[in-house]
């Protein structure tokens, strides 16, 4: 382990070494396995064609990890280890992946030299030094014609290098966690051993662990896309099993839809004015905006103007928004703008809400784990999405204008596109609209 300087910051590389001021992996082998491999320590130069040296570093140690499990007949390694295990195999050989279509020259005592097939001389390498037949030793043949499977945990790789938000961190992290609750069931297998009857199984198996319809049509639409993308990229001549795989209708998610009562309303408002901290602040700009909860924790104080007492929902670096309607400035009432003005008096930083968003992510979940948990003692069976209900049916109620309500709430509009030329419905305009749907509640 060394240290390696990118920039202006030092960070310490596992395997990263300098031979004579020339950078270089290295790791010990085990002491078991140096005589199988024929040397005490892995020496790999490092060439800045590569790429990065602490990425280099990484690859290497992961690939010789691998090896050195499966030489140990480590019944637990994985595919991917596996494949790790022989590319790393075939480097210790002298071979590389694709050698499959050359010939070597093997110089003889007489001086002549013998042509050898690359396979007959893996063959040989992994007789002298004692391998036995396994998964990692027929990969590694494989590998010499380039035939090693693509992984799920590769194709993924690949999604996100040709997708145009690739290197978004939340946009990674939301599309990560769908795709390996796949890996989890069905194992890091190759993307062409995937069937229909695994897809179906996902499907069921998501849905009989009791997740909503919705939610599994949701990681459904994003797994389809990581296929249909891999499947592009890579040329490879199979079909997409996830395409059209049809997710039943169910009402699990009813009451989900109930929206709050104005009497549940005004109850939550109460109880929420009387402790008055941080989360109840957010609970109160949910009521009075009827904003989806991202939307509100993931507020800057950029985005606050106490000017025109509004506030200005958008996209930035640690959280994007639904759809292009949902970049919309909405309207304070005075309940909730005196909450905003004393959020934005008391924290320090950017972000309105530190306790769930920051510089490096937003955290909704976590809010709606908290403030969920808080409601449901006053309220049963509804959630703080049931503001955004709420605030529909009052805007009904009052006849406010379809097009002004959907400008309100951010809701995508059936209306051809002239809808979004121009910018929009004064504020002023939507003021009136919310003030009406709520000029029933008390302070």
Not at 72 to 87: F, G, H, V
Not at 105 to 110: A, F, G, Q, R, T
Not at 136 to 144: C, D, G
Not at 365 to 384: E, H, I, Q, R
Request: net charge positive; proline share 4%; glycine share 6%.
């Amino acid at each position: 382990m060394s240290t390696l300087k990118i920039g202006t910051i030092t960070v310490i590389v596992n395997g990263f070494s300098l031979n004579n001021g020339s950078p270089y992996f290295q790791k010990a082998v085990p002491a078991t396995l140096r005589q199988r491999i024929g040397k005490a320590t892995i020496k790999i130069p490092l060439r800045s064609v590569n790429g990065n040296f602490a990425v280099q570093c990484h690859r290497l140690n992961e690939k010789y990890t691998a090896l050195f499990r499966a030489m140990r007949d480590d019944s637990s390694i994985i595919p991917s280890e596996a494949k790790l295990a022989a590319l790393a195999l075939l480097e210790q050989a002298g071979l590389n992946a694709g050698d499959g279509l050359q010939e070597f020259k093997i110089p003889l005592s007489n001086g002549k030299t013998n042509t050898l097939s690359p396979a007959d001389f893996l063959h040989d390498y992994l007789s002298e030094k004692d391998y036995e037949p396994s998964g990692v030793t027929s990969a590694a043949f494989s590998a010499l014609n380039n035939k090693l499977p693509v992984l799920l945990s590769e194709a993924f790789s690949v999604y996100l290098d040709n997708h145009q938000k690739g290197k978004d961190k939340n946009f990674i992290a939301s599309q990560q966690m769908h795709w390996d609750k796949l890996i989890n069931l069905l194992g890091d297998m190759p993307i062409k051993a995937v069937s229909r009857d695994e897809a179906r199984k996902y499907r069921d198996h998501r849905l009989g662990a009791g997740v909503a319809p919705t939610t599994v049509l949701r990681e459904i639409n994003v797994i389809r896309a990581v296929f249909t993308k891999a499947i592009r990229e890579l040329s490879l001549n199979i079909s997409n099993q996830f395409s059209g795989i049809e997710v039943p209708k169910g009402n699990r998610n009813a009451k989900d839809r109930i929206p709050y009562t104005k009497d549940e309303v005004q109850m939550l408002v109460s109880e929420a004015l009387s402790i008055d901290d941080e989360q109840r602040r957010i609970v109160l700009v949910l009521a009075l905006t009827g904003a989806r909860l991202a939307e509100i924790v993931g507020l800057r104080k950029a985005d606050f103007d106490p000017t025109n007492k509004s506030i200005h929902i958008r996209e930035h670096a640690t959280r994007s928004i639904k759809t292009e309607q949902s970049n919309r400035v909405v309207p304070l009432l005075p309940i909730a703008f005196e909450a905003i003005t004393k959020q934005a008096i008391e924290v320090r930083g950017d972000y309105l809400f530190p306790s769930y968003a920051c510089g490096e992510k937003t955290n909704a979940d976590s809010a709606s784990a908290t403030l969920n948990k808080w409601a449901k003692k006053y309220v049963a069976g509804k959630t703080m999405h049931c503001f955004r209900h709420a605030l529909r049916d009052l805007l009904r109620a009052v006849m406010c204008p379809e097009s002004v309500a959907k400008e309100i709430g951010g809701w995508s509009s059936s209306h051809d596109v002239s809808v979004h030329y121009g910018q929009g419905y004064p504020v002023k305009l939507k003021r009136e609209w919310l003030s009406k749907a709520y000029d029933w509640l008390e302070k």
